[in-house]
């Protein structure tokens, strides 16, 4: 792990619009989880269209997992804090994500994939993100990558913050995963009491943070535990400065809105209704699934 020596100073950070406390419900074969970034944030948030955030030590919330389902249009980012889930898709990949480690999917044209369980009991927790594509990548071919804790580039602060860079840049330090199109940058940050994180964010890029452990404050303004904050595209605000009066753990996300019409049903996201109609007519017959590269 290495140690931050640029430091990254914001001039003026981006205040909070809103909080947001998400909507319980259930995926899969009945998987309870809370959906912070549900549909009628997507273009406030694009590129970003979905964040789940489960947690349970109960493994009736759980041990269903995700049977076989479809994707067309957009990439998941499943993050996984603890826990071990077994992944298998259509092109015959197979991997075990695990404690710290990431699966990063770009469903393109489409893939059907599982998500089940390896484990009977103890915790399960951790989130999927959902990264919309660019109508020109919409149609490409699948594309995964398993990435372990290990894999995933590190570093801590002069303040004692540890960040994972899961993608995108921070403080000189390239994530495990970059976007032309989208630039988004997803970061972990383990703040200790006291400390605090500074990162430059582009203008008009969209952004947000989320509290899973804690408390952080942005601006002057709390944000509690298991609350999305999301944060103001101001003109004079180069980037984020986030706070914290005890140790918290929060996810920081941003990316470059695409300005694209969305139109998702379900599993499929893409820029019309016809391109969901042919995405259903291809998954009916068959022809939604090829191989992943």
Known sequence: MNTSTNDHTVKLSRTVERLIAGQATSDGAGVKLNRLLTQNLQHRLDPFLMLDAFGSDDPNDYIAGFPDH??????????????????????????????????????????????????????????????????R????????RDFQDGDLPKFVTEQGVAVTVIAGESHGVTGAVTREITEPRYL???????????????????????VYRGEVSISGETVPLQRMA????????DGVVIEASADARVLLISGQPLKEPIVQYGPFVMNSQQEIYQALSDFRDGHLGESAA
């Open 70 to 135: 479809p994707h067309r249009g957009f990439e998941t980012v499943t993050y996984m804090i603890a826990g071990r889930m077994l992944h298998r898709d259509s092109a015959g990949h197979e991997g075990l994500l695990q404690n710290g480690g990431v699966q990063w999917m770009t469903a393109g044209k489409g893939v059907i994939h599982s998500e089940i369980p390896q484990q009977e009991e103890g915790v399960m927790e951790g989130f999927q993100l959902w990264l919309n594509l660019p109508r």
């Open 137 to 144: 990548d919409k149609m490409k071919a699948p594309w995964y």
């Open 188 to 210: 972990d940050l383990q703040l200790p009491s006291g400390a605090r994180f500074e990162q430059s964010l582009a203008p008009g890029h969209n952004a947000f943070v989320y």
């Open 230 to 237: 999301i944060l103001a595209n101001e003109d004079q605000a």
